[in-house]
């Protein structure tokens, strides 16, 4: 039965497709070049920048909508693609966190 056990949980843990680090899953790495994604990388941050200019300070879950709404002509990013975007872009300065509430990000002009 102990055999049993541990050969169903490796078959369930080979089909899922795990998330990695980029906010792909497994099944997808390989899919998209490097020049995809790069361009893919701007897309969603013109995109965050574009919305965040407009509307100054915006709810985390409310800018990650937004900007997958605005993309989905293109493509779908996955909220973890996003969410690594809009980490690079409050590293760069182009975004902040709001002082009272971190999940509200701050344009930074």
């Known amino acids: ?3 049993d056990g541990a050969a169903g949980l490796a078959r369930i843990g080979g089909s899922m497709d795990p998330m990695m680090s980029d906010g792909m899953t497994a099944g997808q790495i390989g899919s998209v070049p490097a020049n995809v994604e790069e361009d893919r990388r701007h897309l969603v941050e013109a995109a965050i920048v574009r919305i965040m200019k407009a509307r ?7 800018l990650i909508a937004e900007s997958t709404r605005q ?3 293109r493509f779908v ?3 973890q693609f996003v969410k690594k ?6 590293e760069r300065e182009y975004l902040e966190r709001d002082e009272g509430d971190r999940r509200v990000y701050v344009y930074v002009a």
């Open 71 to 73: 993309l989905s002509a």
């Open 1 to 3: 039965a102990g055999g």
């Open 85 to 90: 975007r809009i980490e690079s872009l409050i």
């Open 77 to 79: 990013p996955s909220p």
């Open 56 to 62: 100054k300070a915006l709810h985390h879950n409310d």
